[in-house]
């Protein structure tokens, strides 16, 4: 939901990678979510650490360090092209019924993306907000010329994200929040006189939806008190009923239908059902929801209910793949959904909102798309990226839907002087595992970007986060610094527990079962092994979050096959983890790795972290952390750290004081990246 791109200011998970990867260099950072989980999860809460006993600490300003030698300036002057490399995302259209007068996109120029406006394809990029913290989630007023925008920030990183009005001409903001508590998935009604949000204002922990009278004073007020997860997906053509998301966990999620005026709620999909129900989205009419489902199949399948009669009918369930985007025309004129193919997008288009029949939508665009249409119903607004392109901004007129004869480029994204020709793009490869299917090995899917040459290579398997994500190719100037300049290779292996591969894959590392993803690193370790231009004895482990449990776990694992490490807002001890993650996410987290407060299952995740199995680690390791990090605290940074140096063992240690879950400003985001090729070099090249 919130975390990812919008596309007219609704959900766009398709291209998840794509910001992330521009920032840090790695897919799948955050926390993933197969159904759309409400997205930014948390306030700073558990900031208070006993870090102060760590060896060697060095305050310099906006960072912390120890144990990391001084910046090689010739490695930082190297890297400045692939670090000046940019992207762009849509957000909405000003329209309003009639042509596409300018396109609201988020791009960073500065420290911080920041929101711009377009007026014509290839048009100057004129910036609207200029703030220290990022902003990518935003959306025009209907009605309101382009001069009126709501959007989300926070500080830090906290991810305590307000819900802002802004008046572009006057070039003045006013929090419309009270300024605590989280708030996100902001719905706006067609006409412009409503808005609809979550926030947790009231105890920290539960989502209650409240609404705006945007011709009023503007003042939230509380329409339904939540208990868990609960947030706006979008208003009813004709205002007077919200669709909500109820989130249980990325493998049961439900939807309702709010009744804005009464606050009555009602279910439109079964609730009793251990089945995902995400992207609603009403027909142009009303009549119908469309959502996608995983019941009785492996993958999230489109479907369409009537809401009158409450008939369901599957649209896709022949379709082998999950369909990870929706969205309908709000003139009726078209529907288009999205296809998970193996990592990268496919659309298709329904023939109308009664038919079953459905065509794919031919585009001269191969890799990650993320799609909506703008708000007259005139155009497809597209995002788009691929391992060697950046993400830039495209529209398609929705007359060529049937038969696509060209796209209209409206960005065109720095690559910092490069030559894209030189780009790398990755081969999809598999390899087997130690377990079977159907008598056969069970297969792992990866992508490899191998380097010029013919080696032995050193490699860098980089591990996603989530673990409920996908690695999917976008772009990433970083990984393409590694392979092209320091002839590394990459390989990123999307092993159980991920996403994009059915429902049985996605749980085949649950509870008891966690190790088993890890025991995939095994497989992929073999498979190096036995290719002649990489090199076995070098091979680094790369992740964030969840994949910095996996670095971790690796390095304990395999300690004489995997030489470093590089950890980053990883989780070192699930027990303190759980404990201190914020309040409204513990739950959450509790149903994908086990509750710690039952005895057999804290012993088994006391046992299996990393931190237990810390002293098996000898390759050299690098932790970085921010500060205000709400998801995983600093505390399991400062663990593993403060283990390391008590044993003597090489480790690097970074903390960015101003971040939270990974690292949004540039100055961060460009001094991690230098110290990443640092250490590879230190450590896999000497």
Known sequence: MTRYPLVNGRCTRGIVAVLGAAVLGIAGLAAGCRSGEPGGVATAGARATDGADLKGLEDRGEFVVAGIPAIRPEVRDRMLQYLNVRSASVLDTNDDGGPLKELLITTRFGNAAQLHVVRMPGGDRRQITFYDEPVNRARFVPGSGGRRVIMLRDVGGSEDTQVYHLDVSAGRATMLTEGKGQHGNPALSRDGSKLAFYGTARNGKDYDIYLCDLRGDMK???????????????????????????????????????????????????????????????????????????????????????????????????????????????????????????????????????????????????????????????????????????????????????????????????????????????????????????????????????????????????????????????????????????????????????????????????????????????????????????????????????????????????????????????????????????????DLRRREYGDEQDPRMREFLARISPLTNADRIRGALFVLHGQNDPRVPLYEAEQIVRRQQQRGRPVWYYMAKGEGHGFQKRSNSDLAQVLYAMFLEEHLLK
Request: aromatic share 10%; with cysteine; hydrophobic share 40%.
């Open 220 to 586: 939230p007020r509380m329409i339904h008190q939540g208990t868990g997860s609960i947030a706006p997906l979008e208003f009813s053509p004709d205002g007077f009923g919200l669709l909500l998301q109820e989130y249980i966990s990325n493998k049961v999620s439900h939807l309702h239908l709010l009744d804005v005026a009464s606050g009555d709620l009602r279910p439109i999909t079964p609730r009793d059902e251990e089945t995902v129900h995400a992207d609603g989205r009403f027909s142009a009419d009303g009549r119908y929801v469309f959502y996608t489902c995983d019941r009785g199949g492996e993958f999230l399948a489109l479907y369409r209910r009537e809401l009158a009669t409450g008939r369901e009918e599957a649209i896709t369930a022949n379709l082998p793949w999950d369909i990870d985007d929706v969205d309908v025309s709000p003139t009726g004129n078209a529907i288009i959904f999205n296809a998970n193919v193996d990592g990268a997008s496919k659309l298709y288009r329904l023939e109308s909102p009664d038919s079953l029949s459905y065509a794919p939508i031919d585009l001269p665009l191969d890799g990650l798309l993320a799609a909506g249409f703008n708000r007259a119903g005139t155009h497809l607004l597209l995002n788009y990226t691929s391992a060697t392109s950046p993400g830039d901004v495209y529209t398609l007129p929705v007359p060529e839907l049937a038969s696509p004869r060209s796209v209209t480029r409206w960005t065109e994204s720095e690559v910092g002087g490069l030559d894209p020709a030189r780009f790398v793009a990755p081969t999809r490869i598999s390899y087997p595992t130690f377990d079977e299917v159907d008598g056969r090995a069970r297969m792992i899917p990866a992508y490899y970007f191998r380097p010029r040459g013919p080696g032995p290579h050193p490699v860098v398997i980089s591990i996603h986060g989530g673990p409920e994500a996908q690695f999917r190719p976008a772009f990433s100037g970083f990984w393409q610094y590694v392979v092209n300049e320091l002839n590394i290779a990459v390989v990123a292996p999307n092993v159980r527990g991920s996403t994009g591969y059915g429902r049985t894959y996605h749980m085949l590392d649950d509870g008891m079962k966690r190790e088993d993803s890890v025991r995939d690193i095994a497989g992929l370790l073999s498979w190096i092994a036995l290719q002649p231009e990489l090199g076995a004895q070098r091979v680094a482990v790369f992740g964030g979050s969840y994949g910095g449990y996996m670095v971790l776990a690796c390095m304990t694992h395999f300690p004489d096959r995997i030489k470093a490490g590089v950890d980053i807002v990883g989780i070192a001890n699930f027990v303190t983890f759980l404990e201190r993650t914020r309040d409204y996410r513990r």
